[in-house]
């Protein structure tokens, strides 16, 4: 059975989460709590703080398991 990439976004990025190379070390949660959480559902509430502490404690993640990209702003009219 195949699990699919969770993705949670704000105006600025998107955040992928793949369960199936997450090596559960609690990291996330543990260091940037606002955000990630074990118990809650959704786990992950982009709203929690700033983009950048979010990016910052991505590129911490040991398994690769959370990446991010930002989101395009494009201009209407």
């Known amino acids: 059975m195949e699990v699919e990439s969770k993705q949670f976004s704000n105006q600025e990025i998107t955040v992928t989460y793949d369960p199936c190379i997450c090596k559960l070390s609690g990291k996330c949660a543990r260091e940037l709590s606002d955000v990630f959480s074990n118990n809650v559902i959704p786990w992950i509430n982009l709203d929690g703080t700033k983009s950048d502490k979010i990016i910052n404690q991505i590129k911490k993640?040991?398994?690769?398991?959370?990446?991010?990209?930002?989101?395009?702003?494009?201009?209407v009219g």
């Open 61 to 75: 993640c040991p398994s690769g398991a959370l990446k991010f990209y930002k989101n395009e702003h494009r201009a």
